[in-house]
């Protein structure tokens, strides 16, 4: 429950209007003099280095000055009902508390208000004003969270302060970034069912058949460290671990319209709790396109993807088919021979005109060359039988659906790789888990939101439980 604003203080709008322009040019007429006076005005390099020296304060009074002009009631504010018990109050006394945000920090003093019977104390001016309980600001956290994501954290200090003229530590920009990715959900991160249904209108508009939506499946390993690991201890021996991910995204020819990436390092079942979840959420309308599913050989992306979308198509990867094929080559023929590569190709053919049967029963006829050969003859039947409806290239081509898995591919390097796969990187699981979901929403185009309702969810009325904990979180 809001606090309820009584103020017993009179401003009218044109004395507020006035006071608070006159106060803002008594300001800059003392500031310009000092800039004047302190600074060479040499070269535009001088000019324009005096005014980003002041920017910050300049534009944080220009901020207080509007804050006095629309708020200017709840700075004078004497009385305030208590949200809790509807209780009026009075106010103890003003306290100090200094905002930073992207244009400028400043002081803010406002009326604190405090009920004993339900010892509850709250700033009306800071919920009305949707202030952050830390000194910086929401802005100035999204674009933490945004540099942090993108760039090491002693890099982002340095774009900050280049960009902005102000100053970001490391450990800041670091909690910062993790304490909104933790706050972020799948759904979070994803475009919502308006959104997607409308991509796969437009791209529907004037076909006769239902647009192909593609479900890219795979892992890539990350430097990983065991938590929790105080940073003035031994870190522990490091691992490589899986980053499981997904990509959602529609075909339209030869370009891709993508709608979704999510990565985490986690289990199957986990991964499998986020396929599901963007089903529940409407974001894969198995009604509306034609759904394929493409991955590599691994089990655990087949087993989850039975359960979740047992209609889906689903298709071998190609380049990890062709893997194995060329391994029977030159096992057989001599690497590099003629007689390997004329077999290559001739069973390339025979698999996209969906002869996978006949490519089995051909590697079931091979005599082997030597003990090497009938090793890998015997392991690439194994795998192709075992995937022997994932095998028709042919029928997969002609539907217009990928038999390629480098969209996933490229997901994985751009959202995972590009940030944690840095020269003597490695990271807890959970905090690279929070940098993946801001690189995920920012690939998915929905950054902003997410910052949105992470903002929205932290945004609670400023209460304490008594005025010594009020002085110590403004001091």
Same mark, same amino acid.
């Given at each position: 429950?809001?606090?309820?604003?009584?103020?017993?203080?009179?401003?009218?709008?044109?004395?507020?209007?006035?006071?608070?322009?006159?106060?803002?040019?008594?300001?800059?007429?003392?500031?310009?003099?000092?800039?004047?006076?302190?600074?060479?005005?040499?070269?535009?390099?001088?000019?324009?280095?005096?005014?980003?020296?002041?920017?910050?304060?300049?534009?944080?009074?220009?901020?207080?000055?509007?804050?006095?002009?629309?708020?200017?009631?709840?700075?004078?504010?004497?009385?305030?009902?208590?949200?809790?018990?509807?209780?009026?109050?009075?106010?103890?006394?003003?306290?100090?508390?200094?905002?930073?945000?992207?244009?400028?920090?400043?002081?803010?003093?406002?009326?604190?208000?405090?009920?004993?019977?339900?010892?509850?104390?709250?700033?009306?001016?800071?919920?009305?004003?949707?202030?952050?309980?830390?000194?910086?600001?929401?802005?100035?956290?999204?674009?933490?969270?945004?540099?942090?994501?993108?760039?090491?954290?002693?890099?982002?200090?340095?774009?900050?302060?280049?960009?902005?003229?102000?100053?970001?530590?490391?450990?800041?920009?670091?909690?910062?970034?993790?304490?909104?990715?933790?706050?972020?959900?799948?759904?979070?991160?994803?475009?919502?069912?308006?959104?997607?249904?409308?991509?796969?209108?437009?791209?529907?508009?004037?076909?006769?058949?239902?647009?192909?939506?593609?479900?890219?499946?795979?892992?890539?390993?990350?430097?990983?460290?065991?938590?929790?690991?105080?940073?003035?201890?031994?870190?522990?021996?490091?691992?490589?671990?899986?980053?499981?991910?997904?990509?959602?995204?529609?075909?339209?020819?030869?370009?891709?319209?993508?709608?979704?990436?999510?990565?985490?390092?986690?289990?199957?079942?986990?991964?499998?709790?986020?396929?599901?979840?963007?089903?529940?959420?409407?974001?894969?309308?198995?009604?509306?396109?034609?759904?394929?599913?493409?991955?590599?050989?691994?089990?655990?992306?087949?087993?989850?993807?039975?359960?979740?979308?047992?209609?889906?198509?689903?298709?071998?990867?190609?380049?990890?088919?062709?893997?194995?094929?060329?391994?029977?080559?030159?096992?057989?023929?001599?690497?590099?021979?003629?007689?390997?590569?004329?077999?290559?190709?001739?069973?390339?053919?025979?698999?996209?005109?969906?002869?996978?049967?006949?490519?089995?029963?051909?590697?079931?006829?091979?005599?082997?060359?030597?003990?090497?050969?009938?090793?890998?003859? +015997?392991?690439?039947?194994? @795998?192709? #039988? !075992?995937?022997?409806?994932? *095998?028709?290239?042919?029928? /997969? %081509?002609?539907? =217009?659906?990928?038999?390629?898995?480098?969209?996933?591919?490229?997901?994985?390097?751009?959202?995972?790789?590009?940030?944690?796969?840095? +020269?003597?990187?490695?990271? @807890?699981? #959970? !905090?690279?888990?929070?940098? *993946?979901?801001?690189?995920? /929403? %920012?690939?998915? =185009?929905?950054?902003?939101?997410?910052?949105?309702?992470?903002?929205?969810?932290?945004?609670?009325?400023?209460?304490?439980?008594?005025? +010594?904990?009020?002085?110590?979180?403004?001091?």
């Amino acid at each position: 429950m809001p606090a309820q604003v009584i103020p017993m203080v009179r401003i009218s709008k044109g004395e507020c209007k006035s006071d608070w322009k006159s106060h803002f040019f008594d300001f800059m007429n003392t500031r310009l003099d000092g800039m004047e006076d302190g600074c060479r005005m040499n070269s535009l390099g001088d000019i324009t280095s005096a005014i980003m020296a002041n920017r910050s304060e300049i534009l944080g009074e220009l901020a207080l000055g509007f804050v006095r002009k629309r708020f200017g009631h709840l700075l004078e504010q004497e009385y305030c009902d208590c949200p809790k018990c509807g209780k009026q109050l009075h106010t103890r006394r003003k306290h100090k508390r200094q905002l930073e945000s992207l244009i400028g920090g400043f002081v803010l003093e406002r009326p604190y208000f405090y009920c004993t019977a339900c010892e509850h104390g709250f700033y009306p001016l800071d919920e009305a004003l949707g202030l952050a309980s830390s000194a910086k600001q929401y802005d100035v956290q999204a674009l933490e969270a945004w540099l942090g994501s993108e760039m090491p954290f002693e890099t982002a200090s340095e774009a900050y302060r280049r960009c902005t003229g102000n100053t970001l530590s490391t450990h800041h920009l670091h909690d910062c970034a993790n304490r909104i990715g933790e706050s972020l959900g799948v759904l979070d991160v994803c475009p919502n069912k308006t959104e997607v249904d409308a991509a796969i209108a437009r791209l529907a508009a004037g076909k006769h058949r239902r647009p192909v939506m593609m479900i890219g499946i795979d892992g890539a390993h990350a430097p990983t460290r065991p938590e929790p690991c105080a940073r003035s201890t031994r870190r522990g021996k490091g691992e490589y671990k899986e980053v499981k991910g997904f990509r959602v995204y529609l075909i339209d020819g030869k370009r891709i319209i993508h709608l979704i990436s999510w990565h985490q390092v986690a289990t199957d079942q986990e991964l499998a709790q986020s396929l599901q979840a963007i089903k529940d959420g409407g974001l894969v309308p198995e009604n509306q396109v034609r759904l394929c599913v493409i991955g590599d050989g691994a089990p655990w992306i087949w087993n989850r993807i039975h359960e979740i979308f047992p209609s889906a198509k689903e298709v071998l990867d190609f380049y990890h088919c062709a893997e194995y094929v060329h391994a029977v080559a030159d096992a057989q023929y001599a690497k590099g021979s003629r007689k390997a590569q004329e077999w290559v190709e001739s069973t390339f053919v025979r698999l996209f005109q969906n002869g996978k049967r006949s490519v089995l029963s051909g590697l079931k006829r091979m005599r082997p060359m030597s003990a090497e050969a009938e090793k890998q003859i +015997s392991t690439t039947i194994q @795998y192709l #039988s !075992k995937h022997r409806g994932r *095998l028709d290239y042919g029928t /997969a %081509r002609r539907g =217009g659906y990928h038999i390629g898995s480098g969209a996933i591919e490229s997901a994985n390097k751009f959202v995972a790789h590009v940030r944690l796969k840095r +020269s003597g990187a490695w990271w @807890y699981p #959970s !905090k690279a888990n929070n940098i *993946l979901k801001l690189r995920c /929403a %920012r690939a998915n =185009g929905t950054f902003d939101r997410a910052v949105k309702l992470y903002e929205k969810r932290n945004a609670a009325p400023f209460a304490t439980t008594d005025k +010594s904990n009020a002085a110590t979180r403004d001091g």
